[in-house]
């Protein structure tokens, strides 16, 4: 805080229906029991991962990104190997 500089940041999912925001609580349950969470969490992961180069660039060097995920991504098998590969296109992104 003293200092201004930027450490940090957290990966938020949003929908907007008609221009109202679906709260998240709602559409997540929705993807959760339709079985699409794991993609959609993939999603969110590839995003991140592209949007890192220019988030570091802003924060000025090594920040953390922080990252929700569901307990359905982490019974999917793939789901390590997506989070390493993740880390291996940001190095100096700590993924939290």
């Given at each position: 805080m003293t200092t201004g500089d930027v450490t940090g940041v957290e990966a938020l999912a949003r929908w907007s229906r008609a221009g109202d925001?679906?709260?998240p609580d709602t559409f997540i349950k929705l993807?959760?029991?339709?079985?699409?969470?794991v993609p959609f969490g993939?999603?969110?992961?590839?995003?991140?991962?592209?949007?890192?180069?220019?988030?570091?660039?802003?924060?000025?060097?090594?920040?953390?990104?922080?990252?929700n995920i569901s307990a359905h991504q982490l019974r999917d098998p793939e789901?390590?190997?997506?989070?390493?590969?993740?880390?291996?296109?940001?190095?100096?992104?700590?993924?939290?």
């Open positions: 925001l679906v709260p993807a959760e029991d339709s079985g699409l969470i993939l999603r969110i992961l590839q995003m991140v991962t592209a949007d890192a180069p220019i988030l570091q660039a802003a924060a000025g060097g090594s920040f953390a990104v922080g990252v789901f390590v190997a997506q989070v390493t590969s993740a880390m291996e296109q940001m190095p100096d992104v700590t993924l939290i």
